[in-house]
């Protein structure tokens, strides 16, 4: 099962966490010190919440960080990513990176506007971070690569 993610930027994370539990009925399904995610069944959508206590502005515009499609398997990541490429978006790829407590492989693109979007897959649990608000090597492509927005992953 595929689902849309939405990622965002929050400045109090136990306050956002409280709201979303009870927005869609459901705790978070990874939480660790300045993260939290969702698995939401209905509507099938992964929410990510990453706190940035300044407040918004890490992300594309104001509380959005990014978006993202969570798939099941990586030949699904390389499916999406000939499709991407064959459709003349560029994908920048990743493969076996660890972010937001997860070893993932994932294909980033920007839209015309600037907001980052992933496709990606969870290989495996990872019990530590490579660093929340991760390294654009970790987590994203170089920004000047791709749109020049600034990331932080999932």
């Known amino acids: 099962m595929s ?8 400045a109090d994370m136990d306050a956002a966490v409280e709201f979303y539990s ?9 939480r660790r010190p300045g993260y939290a995610n969702f698995a939401i069944a209905d509507p099938p959508l992964k929410l990510v919440l990453i706190e940035n206590p300044a407040g918004r502005g ?4 104001g509380a959005l960080n990014h978006l993202g499609v969570e798939v099941e398997t990586p030949e699904e990541v ?7 490429a064959d459709a003349g978006l560029a994908p920048q790829v990743q493969e076996s990176t660890t972010c937001c407590y997860a070893v993932q492989n994932k294909a980033w693109i920007d ?12 290989l495996a ?3 530590d971070e490579t660093g929340l608000g991760c390294s654009t090597e970790a987590c ?4 000047a690569t ?8 999932c």
């Open 140 to 143: 994203g492509p170089e920004p």
């Open 78 to 84: 390389l499916t999406a990513t000939a499709r991407l």
């Open 125 to 127: 649990d990872a019990p």
């Open 22 to 30: 009870k927005l869609f009925g459901a705790e978070p399904a990874k």
């Open 146 to 153: 791709v749109g020049g927005s600034s990331r932080s992953c």
């Open 3 to 10: 689902r849309v993610q939405l990622a965002l930027n929050v």
């Open 58 to 61: 890490e992300g594309v515009a």
């Open 111 to 122: 839209d015309p506007d600037g907001a980052a979007w992933e496709v990606y897959t969870v």
